[in-house]
């Protein structure tokens, strides 16, 4: 039993669509300052489950409290203490990087020179300070992830939602990017992270929730879920082991 408070609380969090169960019932607890990493497979619910946590989706059944409060019953003050990065989502790409950034800062109460004095801190550190006046519709994957990760970022959230966060983005920028959220946590930030990459989860963090078929099939700290072995290995003993592979002789001859 942790004494530790809790950041986030999900409590029977459900979701199809159409004939399609998505998340069926998910309960979480993540630690403030935790560093918690969402693993699962293509499909197993984690975007899902992260959307409904941010008030980006409404489930059909479950609650979140965000630090103790009903995120749908004071939808406006939880979203202030969220940064959200969804995976996929439109952003206003004919806006200018530089732009969407002090938007963000802006839809979230920062005066304009604040807005635009974080932004450039954030560009700097990110390396996107070229970029700032280029078009988001012209960027690249990796520099679209980055500038949603600032746009997450620049009203000093107390709790960061990040679906794949490193996905396309390259190594120097995601060793940066894993600083910044590190510090992040050291300073009493708390950060949820959904990947399907065992090693990236493992390295970082260390609390873990492993999803799958829309249900929580372990979580806890990393190593109440590892149990003596890898990540990897864990996560392939939960979900049921590796396919039998047969053929391919085409190909290997």
């Known amino acids: 039993m942790t004494d530790t408070p809790v950041a986030l ?3 029977g969090l459900a979701k199809s669509f159409g004939p399609k169960v998505a ?9 403030t300052g935790s560093f918690y990493g969402l693993v699962g497979p293509n499909g197993a619910g984690k975007t899902t489950t992260l959307s409904m946590a941010s008030g ?3 489930p059909d059944m479950g609650e979140v409290f965000v630090q103790g409060r009903n995120l749908w019953h004071n939808l406006a003050e939880a979203k202030r203490m969220l940064g959200i990065l969804p995976d996929g989502a439109q952003l206003f790409d004919r806006l200018t990087g530089a732009q969407l950034v002090t938007y963000a800062g802006l839809l979230q109460g920062l005066e304009r020179d604040e807005a635009d004095r974080r ?4 560009f700097e550190v990110l390396g996107l300070t070229e970029a700032a006046g280029q078009l988001v519709v012209d960027y690249s994957a990796g520099m679209t992830k980055k500038v949603s990760l600032a746009c997450a970022l620049v009203h000093a ?6 679906d794949e966060p490193f996905e396309a983005v ?3 920028s995601a060793t940066v990017i894993r600083s910044i959220l590190v510090d992040f946590t050291h300073a009493g930030g708390t950060v949820v992270v959904s990947s399907h990459v065992m090693d990236l989860v493992q390295r970082m963090c260390d609390h873990v929730a492993i999803i799958f078929e829309g249900q929580v099939k372990a979580a806890g700290t990393l ?5 003596g072995v890898s990540l990897e290995e864990r996560f392939v003993d939960i979900v049921g082991g ?10 290997l001859s």
Request: hydrophobic letters at 50%; zero cysteines.
């Open 119 to 122: 932004r450039d801190e954030l």
């Open 157 to 162: 959230p107390k709790i960061l939602l990040l």
């Open 223 to 227: 190593d109440q879920v590892r149990a």
């Open 23 to 31: 998340v069926a019932g998910i309960d979480l607890d993540v630690p």
């Open 56 to 58: 980006l989706l409404r």
């Open 170 to 172: 390259d190594p120097v």
């Open 242 to 251: 590796l396919p039998q592979r047969s053929g391919l002789g085409w190909l």
């Open 9 to 11: 609380a999900v409590r």
